[in-house]
């Protein structure tokens, strides 16, 4: 019975709690695993409130909230708002304070926090419930009047931008409390805030609330509860600003998420030299080290250590100022660490001598320091090694191949205070060259052996083959995915971009930053990973793993990095299902991927091998061939150079499989378009450039993409298989030869028929054949086709019954299916992202629904005929982490990816399996 | 017990003759039926027999001989031998005469006989069994010796050009035993072969053998059972000569089908003049009329009818020489019809006043009389309303709706001896023009008011434009599937091809036949219905059909082929499901569709509606705006023209459902692109050339086809979209206001992700609303898409949460799912179907396996969404026969094509449903 009645009670808690989750005095209705409900924030707070953690009393208000709000015309639930003052009743009985109350006020932050940190994006006010009565009774409780007119004015201002939204929204507006107040400063000759009199402040807060009657026509709410709504109805809204919208965009996180509004106690950091705020992580973010890191600021609120104005202090300083509270710190963030067997980044507060937690979510970081902390913490028993292989994003492996700064003669140049300032991570990897202010510069700088930085106010579509030429690129506005950002990362290259303090001036081909100008021709080095912007000179080397791995001059033992690297690189490998291989069309790329672990190729494109002097002009001469007599005559002068390529690669491989695709190219990309070069062509064939010409024009086509090319080539022009045939068969059996053993599996392209394939393979088989049987030697071979149009997917039973293997080709399987050319949709699929039509670039991750759908339907046909088919995929997809994820989901056998993707591809190949199995 | 053995005999019969089917003396093995085994030839042989036919006895060797001849390395099944030697005896037996016998010999003819009927395809060899000593026991059987020479030599020519392969391949060569029989004729100064004497005869065998000797190095077999096994092994390799592979091809006929032979004694027709040969139709094949319709030669063989040196009598005349064996042949003919219900068409031959039937099967006929039989023959009580609707090729009905010649026109232009010659009948219909030789000329001509006829040996591409400019076309070379052939079927042209005895001399701008000689200028006529061509005019008229429905000049009492089309469009349409839409973009051709019986608009192409003076230049505008104030401001000329065309549409429609697609073609496509246009375009908007070109140059695309066009259009420039929704619903307000009902149903292409519909479909709901809500105007309408892209249909389920209908866009979506655009794939379709790799082509029928995969796919899961979606097509397949099967199979809705296959669309449906029930 009694049990019962509890179980009701308990119930009725849960329901009557639906919207709104009070934490505080050690107890919380949420805890850490309700992030979805509650938001990161909000779950982190309840669950630091019952383990005991001093946190300023509060409440959350579930996302869900957010949901209906949105679902419902901006409309909240009706019980919404009785759950929220009886929350809030709790928190004044907790914290000693009513709301609104003359003597005694409670003050309070409102606050998003969706399920995952959006850092900035969306609103905030703090110091809410302060009004002309409330104020003079926080007078009368900290006895101080600067401080409390101080938070007012402050209070207003949040006031008046977030919630009556007079924030500025352009960049070239200002805000409109800071010009008043800039306006009063002048008058009075002073620089900082602090130089304000308590008089100063008492009048801002008027001139604020005049300055909101004139703007909005509205007068500032003194009724804190009509403050509370109002802050919480824009918080809610602030959902959907544009700046998060573009931040969900970017980072595909779901608009049906919603955020929490966290209502929470205020504390102040600024209450006087007893009193101060800061950050700290359980370890540091940026090497991974296994030591207590982080900043504080005395007599400060959190504001002041991010504006930066006032530089904070390192963590251990706070020991010699605030001795008991930093005790408790450290304890905390031991039990916060341990608790949550994750890195910890915390925000908190000291008022009057008394720590107050405000925060703690998992801790952002760099790659070297994800990889390093996810090691140790295996090490130190507190995660799997399965964990450790689910919590790095594999793409933070790319950063550990970057060049890097000497880091003595990084820290010796920040000593030196060559500092200049810092900009947006954007493209990882350390930079050191000259200066030059546009793309014409950089090109000719680099021709002639200069390495440059490209620095520009941004960048445009025409900076392109500049910011080629550069060893980095520096940019003045424009955020993570600014123009230069996206090309950068895309090019590899290392980045800084959207450094505001930077004022380049082009007319003078120099730029300063506060107060050091730049010139031209001057050297700078920057640091992509850490934003970081240095005055001259600062070394750059190969990443460690680089140097241990493809330079070999570096032993893997003297290096931590590659330690490191080495030990996840092995619990990856064992725990993979996926074999990876690698795409490469020559000897050395093969060597590179080798190196990086790489167990076959995937993906040979013979018609690289056409391109380059003595190449070209005999492919050329295939192509102006009327006849296949004449084709056969240049592909006789082609076949002792692709030959010669393949022998090098086998050689390589020692026996891997290595996947070679015929000639998939449409031949017009073999001929020249400029008149010179035509005129040139001709010449060099004995012919007239009118016969050439008129070859372009027979070759033109209305659609490319879908012309001829791929088997069609092989089909028409049976002659061309054939001599690719012959030179992967003859280079085959001449290694084979040597004692090196040959695995090669010939891949026939575009297939959409089986009848297209059947006769390819034909031809492959027949030449094989009489190779090996006039060299005398017997080679193991397979022939299997590309999976690269729905049709092939869709019929992949017939076409099964050909071929030996499979490799998906999702380039073209993703154009096909979505009937969308990837070289002109960069007009319009820009506008699919910002409207969210399309959540992801189908290009760079695998379109699950379709695309996706059809590799199910290609690996399922196709091995009802061959049960034990051999699947693959070489698009650029295969070697995206995502797309990965799914390649093992759906039971390829490998994917191949580009050789430096290949560490990537095996983490990535890993975490599927961990993370199917959690 | 009795029964049981009887049943073991049948069974170990059965058994036994598994290879080979005997068949004579009114007892077969086989039956009809067994078409698939026996080949149409042999089966029918069998029926014969077992009616008390009277047929020569004989065997066939089934099919799956072939099958495993070709299988087996060209060997036979090992009982074969003894199979062909037992069923030989009961042929001894049945004929009296011992096969080799020197004094009764028995001769057989060795034919082969596939499933369906490819004439002329593959070889025979007749007066097989003859050599030096049998021929003399036929001599003393028929107490003829020149008649045994004669034979024996046509004999050696058979044997040596058909089984020693000395026919002739090219047209270049000659045979060689012709060569020989011409320098006999020469030497002796004789003309006719019959004016050769025995004597000649047997030098002929003599030198025939010689020629055999000196050309393969073999001598002539004299064992009977030699020739006789080398004439089954010819037969058999002529499955695969390159006619029968070519005419596979055309005819879609499988390989796997293989063809039988049939060895039966000969009967002579050339025994003398109560003998003689000829062919007949149970119904006159050209017009349907239920009258016995056919030729014969008396004193003659079967290939002398063929080969058209003697001209053969009409089938009355039989009865006033032979009266016995023609009125057992009528009694035969009638036998026949009733036992297949279906008119035959036979072979006879009369040995001495014997009657033998040789052959029957189905006739061909034309489409006129195929409609008239299979109508005829229903209302005789021979055969059901299905099966009349199964018989008629629904293509047919094409001829029906082609111009004619008037029939007393033609009568009295034969009467005259204007029959110039007979080709082929490669493109139905009649036309009558002023002949020219080239294609410049006919398109001049043309211009100037001309009606032409264009006269070339062969065409070629250069001549398209002329074929287009010209009523008809005509050309000496080339057959069925030539160049011409199949442009003109293409075009809907008529065309008369491959007339071998026109002589044409482009330098005198003259043509001859038989001494006849035309010039440019002068007046023909050409029948391409029956490939009549006629010197001099012959008046055309549209067909009757066509004056009844649209002209509406003909009564449609008067007209029988009216009545006729009418009672089987009645009999269609009761029996169809699915219904019958048109692609329609204006009013008139609406009213076309109307006539022929559409039940709506499947596709009204609004782009069409933006060409032509008036519209084109207000797109333009459109498309040179730099921002959607200047679009919407060019948007605002379109309007109103667009919605008058709609209004126009709507008006005709009377209710029936419109379906209107948005705009779909890249913009690119409304811009000019020679220079003069540019500039013209330019002054006339008031901009500088450079500002079109920029455009111009922007809006190109390397696959335009996977580009900025269908729904990204819209989403991009959403005031097109508003613009073309503004335009439907204030026409639709203001027909619905003048009392006609309406019912749009607007359809937006190229989805290939649900957001983009929801997106477009958002736009036309809003504009929707507003017009209706400003007019004060109900309109009933859906919102539905385009499947043209193989995401759409993958993702069916997803894309009818948003859609109302779907219409498959099969045109873009073969082009999608086999990677290949119809405007390029030219260059190198041709070269899959001469090789067999695909068999169809996919542009124009449905590729089931793979297209029609995606199709099913697609109403599957849009199904599983909305359980009554609307499903119809409304690419160029909802028109072809085999498509609208597949269609109504899947499960659609609706078919939509253009006007003029409107009736064929209904009798395809109706055809589909017919043959489902069967």
Redesign the interface.
């Known amino acids: 019975m009694e049990v019962s009645v509890m179980a009701n009670k308990k119930k009725a808690k849960a329901k009557k709690s639906r919207y709104v989750y009070f934490f505080g005095d050690g107890k919380a209705d949420g805890k850490a695993v309700m992030k979805n409900l509650l938001g990161g924030k909000g779950a982190n707070l309840a669950e630091m409130t019952n383990m005991g953690i001093p946190v300023p009393a509060g409440f959350t208000i579930s996302t869900e909230v957010c949901n209906y709000y949105y679902k419902n015309g901006k409309k909240y639930p009706s019980e919404l708002k009785k759950d929220v003052l009886s929350a809030l009743t709790r928190v004044e009985g907790v914290m000693k304070a009513k709301f609104g109350d003359s003597a005694n006020p409670l003050l309070v932050s409102v606050r998003s926090g969706a399920r995952v940190s959006m850092p900035g994006m969306m609103d905030t006010v703090l110091n809410l419930g302060l009004n002309d009565v409330t104020v003079r009774g926080l007078v009368s409780q900290t006895k101080n009047e600067r401080f409390s007119y101080d938070a007012y004015r402050r209070f207003v201002q949040m006031f008046g931008d977030v919630v009556l939204g007079l924030k500025p929204k352009g960049k070239d507006e200002h805000d409109p409390f800071e010009i008043i107040m800039d306006k009063i400063k002048k008058e009075k000759g002073i620089k900082l805030d602090i130089e304000l009199t308590t008089e100063d402040l008492k009048r801002l807060v008027r001139l604020y609330k005049e300055e909101i009657k004139n703007k909005t026509g509205k007068v500032f709410p003194e009724d804190p509860y009509e403050q509370l709504w109002a802050a919480i109805g824009a918080v809610f809204e602030s959902w959907n600003n544009e700046r998060a919208i573009t931040y969900r965009r970017i980072n595909k996180i779901p608009e049906e998420w919603g955020t929490a509004v966290n209502v929470q106690s205020m504390v102040f950091g600024n209450m006087g030299d007893d009193s101060g705020t800061g950050v700290a992580f359980t370890r540091d973010p940026a090497s991974g080290e296994k030591e207590f890191y982080g900043e504080y600021l005395l007599n400060a609120q959190g504001e002041d250590v991010v504006a930066g104005i006032r530089t904070p202090q390192p963590i251990e300083d706070l020991k010699k100022h605030l001795a008991k509270p930093y005790g408790e710190l450290l304890k905390i963030y031991k039990k916060l660490e341990k608790h949550y067997r994750e890195m910890q980044d915390m925000e908190f507060t000291i008022q009057k001598g008394k720590l107050w937690m405000l925060q703690t979510r998992n801790g952002k970081r760099t790659g070297l320091a994800a990889i390093k902390i996810a090691v140790d913490m295996v090490e130190e028993g507190l995660i799997s090694t399965d964990e450790a292989l689910r919590r790095i994003e594999p793409e933070q492996l790319n950063q550990l191949l970057r060049p890097i700064f000497d880091i003595n003669g990084k820290k010796s140049a920040i000593k030196e205070g060559r500092l200049l300032t810092k900009g947006l991570n954007a493209g990882p990897g350390a930079a050191c060259g000259r200066v030059v202010f546009n793309a014409v510069d950089a090109e000719e700088w680099a021709k002639r052996g200069e390495k440059v930085v490209l620095v520009r106010i941004e960048t445009s579509p025409e900076d392109i083959s500049g910011m080629h030429a550069a060893v980095g690129i520096l940019t003045a506005r424009g955020g993570m995915t600014s123009h230069a950002a996206l090309v950068a990362r895309q090019m590899g290259k290392v980045c800084v971009a959207g450094c505001g303090t930077l004022e380049i001036d082009y007319s003078k081909r120099q730029m300063s930053v506060k107060g050091v100008a730049i010139k031209e021709g001057d050297y700078i080095s920057i640091d992509g990973t850490t934003g970081e912007v240095i005055n001259g000179r600062v070394e750059t080397k190969p990443s460690e793993i680089l140097q241990v791995l493809l330079e070999k001059k570096l032993d893997p033992k003297k290096s931590e990095m590659y330690k490191l690297f080495d030990k996840l690189m092995k619990w990856a490998d064992k725990k993979r299902v996926l074999k990876i291989r690698t795409n490469a069309d020559q000897g050395d790329q093969a060597s590179v991927a080798l190196a990086f672990g790489a167990e076959g190729i995937g993906l040979c494109r013979t018609e690289h091998m056409f391109f380059g002097e003595g190449k070209i002009e005999a492919m050329r001469e295939m192509i102006l061939a009327d006849d296949a007599e004449g084709r056969k005559k240049a592909l006789n002068k082609l076949l002792p150079i692709q030959k010669n390529d393949f022998a090098g690669i086998f050689r390589v491989m020692k026996g891997l499989p290595v996947t070679i695709r015929t000639l998939d190219p449409p031949l017009h990309e073999f001929l020249p378009h400029e008149e010179s070069e035509i005129k040139k062509m001709a010449d060099f064939m004995g012919i007239s450039p009118g016969k050439v010409k008129s070859k372009i024009e027979y070759l033109k086509?209305?659609?490319?993409?879908?012309?001829?090319r791929?088997c069609?080539l092989g089909?028409?022009y049976p002659e061309i298989t054939a001599m690719q045939a012959r030179a992967i068969f003859e280079a085959a059996c001449q290694v084979q030869k040597e004692g090196i053993k040959v695995l090669p599996e010939i891949m026939i392209p575009?297939v959409?028929?089986v009848?297209?394939l059947k006769?390819q393979a034909s031809v492959v088989r027949r030449t094989a054949e009489e190779v090996m049987g006039k060299v005398g030697q017997k080679i193991k071979y397979t022939v299997g086709t590309m999976i690269?149009?729905?049709?092939a997917a869709?019929?992949a039973d017939?076409v099964a019954v050909v071929a030996e293997f499979f490799s998906f080709g999702t380039n073209?399987l993703t154009?096909?299916?979505?009937?969308?050319?990837r070289?002109?949709?960069g007009?319009?699929l820009y506008?699919?992202y910002e409207?969210?039509?399309?959540k992801e670039d189908p290009f760079q991750t695998i379109?699950q629904?379709?695309?996706g759908?059809?590799m199910q339907i290609g690996v399922k046909k196709g091995r009802t005929t061959r049960k034990d088919l051999k699947i693959g995929i070489c698009g650029e997809h295969g070697g995206e982490s995502k797309s990965v994820e799914f390649c093992n989901k759906i039971g390829l056998n490998y994917v191949s990816c580009s050789p430096f993707r290949v560490p990537i591809a095996r983490l990535a190949a890993a975490q599927a399996v961990a993370k199917a199995n959690k």
């Open positions: 086509e209305l659609n490319p993409m879908l012309g001829l791929g069609r089909i028409l575009l959409g028929h009848n297209e006769q690269e149009l729905p049709r869709l019929t017939e073209d154009q096909t299916t979505y009937g969308l050319s070289d002109d949709a007009k319009f506008y699919y409207k969210a039509i399309l379109d629904d379709g695309v759908q059809l």
